[in-house]
T-cell receptor
Framework: DAGVTQSPTHLIKTRGQHVTLRCSPISGHKSVSWYQQVLGQGPQFIFQYYEKEERGRGNFPDRFSARQFPNYSSELNVNALLLGDSALYLC?????????????FGPGTRLTVT | DQQVKQNSPSLSVQEGRISILNCDYTNSMFDYFLWYKKYPAEGPTFLISISSIKDKNEDGRFTVFLNKSAKHLSLHIVPSQPGDSAVYFCAALMDSNYQLIWGAGTKLIIKP
């Protein structure tokens, strides 16, 4: 079974540009979450989507947006990139139900802003 | 405000011995705690979890203990193996949302 996939693996952008990151969840998983991880820290929650609706948003500026498609894949968009946006962006999917909280992560997209 | 804290950036343990990784939290509303392992260039991998209504959960070599009064949990790995060398993250969430709140991680090094 395929796990969570993310594309691209690595990306280099210039300040002020826009970037789109993509995520495909595990088959059957309807929830997708996005996290930002900077070096030396744990992941920080950005967004969660469930059944194509935004269910949660972390403390990130409006430059960050996301959406989920009918096939449950998801995109994370970041506008007006700043140097501080350089990080590993992780996508996770989960099969939710009573007592099921585990999220399964993709390998991440390494974004470098120069 | 860091709600989940892992105060040890790194831990070195001899192969075959017990590894104990610690995690403290401040929010008593957390309902569920999870441990993840992360290798370089890979996403975190789910290891084991525990509900806030329990004090212990065991899965093979991995056991998680929860002390609610102390707002402390620990992950025990017995016996430690070279493949256990990785960064371990503690994470927590509330039933009311599914946002995982993460600690900064502890790098575990298993010495042969």
């Amino acid at each position: 079974d395929a796990g969570v996939t993310q594309s691209p693996t690595h990306l280099i952008k210039t300040r002020g540009q826009h970037v789109t990151l993509r995520c495909s969840p595990i088959s059957g998983h309807k929830s997708v979450s996005w996290y930002q991880q900077v070096l030396g820290q744990g992941p920080q929650f950005i967004f969660q989507y469930y059944e194509k609706e935004e269910r949660g948003r972390g403390n990130f500026p409006d430059r960050f947006s996301a959406r989920q498609f009918p096939n449950y894949s998801s995109e994370l968009n970041v506008n007006a990139l700043l140097l501080g946006d350089s990080a590993l962006y992780l996508c996770a999917s989960s099969l939710e139900g009573q007592g099921i909280y585990e999220q399964y992560f993709g390998p991440g997209t390494r974004l470098t802003v120069t | 405000d860091q709600q989940v804290k892992q105060n040890s950036p790194s831990l070195s343990v001899q192969e075959g011995r017990i590894s104990i990784l610690n995690c403290d939290y401040t929010n008593s509303m957390f309902d569920y705690f999870l441990w993840y392992k992360k290798y370089p260039a890979e996403g975190p991998t789910f290891l084991i979890s525990i509900s806030s209504i329990k004090d212990k959960n065991e899965d093979g070599r991995f056991t998680v203990f929860l002390n609610k009064s102390a707002k402390h949990l620990s992950l025990h790995i017995v016996p430690s193996q070279p493949g256990d060398s990785a960064v371990y993250f503690c994470a927590a969430l509330m039933d009311s949302n599914y946002q995982l709140i993460w600690g900064a991680g502890t790098k575990l090094i298993i010495k042969p």
